[in-house]
């Protein structure tokens, strides 16, 4: 099989048909890291011994018809905020240096039912701080269409090995469209689930209210596969949803005649969006009209404070959630210290790398007694109207559509010194994280030779309508199945 060109489901039929087994399945993944990840650095720990021997317990069950499901012995790959038992896991930051979970993640324990194998972790924005996988105490994660440039975050690393053809699917974690903003920078299928879809068990906390587990893969098809192996209800997750998990490859039938496509006028006329860009997810609707979808206008007026209510509400969780991350209790301790309290400070300011110090600061400040009516408590006003806004529009259609990202995948070190123009990357994202709906990023096209994303949205638990959708647009098209020319 040609491990940089092929599918989930390609993989899937060949195991199926007896032409590939899973142990070759996991050496060409291992082979094709080989060739790929020292210019990429998208793979930090790669379990190679693990996942060969979990390959000949696959194929074992395959001969004897015991498979746990139709992606048994399937390689994946996780993003290293995801805790799996006797793992590593570092948040790509040095204050977890050397930890080690002792319990599995509940995705973790979804897929090893299913019989996936999980071949390592991906690198990422520092505790998913980021638009660009450069804020990695393990270096900057490069696009494989372009190695000068990034693969967008915080989930880079896992769009970069899904692009490359490392595995042909990984999971990410999406606060503010950290799945769908390097999905659209590294040409791959990117959905991030309704919030409380999938669990968070056992996925290391940004901001607890928006954090979402999804999936990158080549199609809409392959997402529907996975999102299908990870989502439902968990009880130790009490922001788990209880609602039963649809057959999501069962919705894509095919046909979206009568589809109503919102168009929110305020997200193509937002300043700074590249022309090319928004010439090819226009390209893209008419495709979808073409299927027999109606174009009509919808309005989000709220949207252009989506970017500062995400800032705040996100900071402040984080610096809530991170606060537990001291050197007491494990990763990184700071040596010599006089004092307890020298050694909190010391361990912190060693540990955390600067995104990180900036957003605990930013968000300390936002909760602060003098501050806290007049800037968190105003984002969680401006949250709700997002969500009305959102409700108001899928009166009038089904789905909406926007750009992903407002430009192409930029050059690394670009915008490190900028951090309010690398925080508009997320203009077009956040504000499904703060509604809590679906978002789904496409392939479209490319611009300068880089791709570009068509950003999906839908109703809350309406993933089946959004996969479908993107379904019938990658049977009308053929960009998901361009590979990208920056690497071997």
């Known amino acids: 099989m040609d491990d940089g060109a092929t599918s989930l489901v390609a993989q899937r039929d060949a195991l199926a048909s007896g032409t ?9 993944a291992i082979d094709r890291h080989d060739q790929t990840n020292a210019s990429l650095n998208a793979v930090l720990g790669l379990r190679a011994d693990a996942a060969r021997a979990e390959a000949k317990e696959s194929d074992v069950r395959r001969a004897a018809g015991e498979l746990r499901s139709s992606i048994d ?69 490069h696009n494989p269409w372009d ?13 970069a090995s899904v692009a490359a053809g490392i595995t042909q699917a990984a999971l990410g974690s999406d606060t503010g469209g950290s799945i769908r903003q390097p999905a659209s920078f590294c040409g791959v299928t990117g959905i991030k689930p309704t919030y409380g879809r999938v669990s968070r068990w056992g996925l290391v906390a940004y901001a607890s209210s928006l954090d979402q587990i999804g999936c990158f893969t080549h199609t809409a098809q392959d997402a529907a596969i996975v999102l299908q192996t990870i989502a439902g209800h ?6 788990s949803i209880p609602d039963a998990v649809p057959d999501y490859s069962a919705a894509l039938t095919g046909d ?53 209510a995400y800032y705040l509400i996100a900071t402040a969780e984080a610096s809530s959630n991170l606060a537990r991350f001291d050197g007491a209790r494990y990763g990184h301790r ?40 007049a800037y968190y408590k105003k984002a969680q006003q401006v949250r709700t109207l997002l969500r009305q806004d959102f409700e108001s529009a899928f009166a009038k259609c089904d789905v909406i559509a926007t750009p992903t990202s407002p430009e192409v995948a930029f050059k690394l070190g670009e915008k490190t010194e900028d951090p309010i123009s690398m925080y508009l990357s997320d203009v077009f994202t956040v504000s499904a994280n703060l509604a809590g709906i679906p978002g789904v990023s496409v392939p479209c096209g490319t611009s300068a030779n880089l791709p570009v ?36």
Do not use: W
């Open 334 to 373: 700071a040596s010599g210290a006089k004092d307890l309290k020298e050694m909190y400070e010391r361990s912190r300011s060693e540990g955390f790398g600067a995104e990180v110090k900036r957003r605990i600061m930013l968000g300390t400040y936002v909760l602060s007694a003098g501050y806290f009516d």
């Open 20 to 28: 590939c087994s899973s142990a070759e399945l996991i050496d060409g």
């Open 453 to 488: 994303g068509l950003q999906l949205l839908g109703r809350v638990l309406d993933e089946e309508t959004l996969l479908r959708t993107a379904d019938v647009f990658q049977q009308r098209t053929d960009h998901h199945t361009d590979r990208p020319g920056g690497i071997a």
């Open 73 to 141: 012995g399937i390689p994946i790959l996780l993003k290293d905020n995801m805790v799996q038992r006797g793992e590593p896991t570092t948040c790509s930051s040095r204050i977890l240096e050397g930890y080690v979970s002792p319990y599995d993640s509940c995705v973790v324990e979804k897929l090893q039912a299913a019989g996936a194998i999980i071949m390592g972790r991906t690198n990422m924005d520092e505790f998913a701080m980021g638009s660009s996988t450069e804020n990695s105490v393990h270096g900057a994660a």
């Open 256 to 308: 979206i005649r009568g589809l109503k496509v919102g168009l929110p006028k305020e997200c193509f006329e937002t300043e700074g969006t590249d022309p090319e860009v928004q010439e090819r997810v226009r390209a893209g609707i008419a495709e979808l009209e073409a299927a027999g979808a109606e174009a009509v206008e919808v309005n989000l007026p709220h949207t252009k404070y989506g970017v500062a």
């Open 234 to 239: 968990d009880e130790r997750d009490s922001t």
């Open 147 to 159: 190695l000068e440039r990034a693969c967008g975050g915080s989930s880079g690393g896992s769009a």
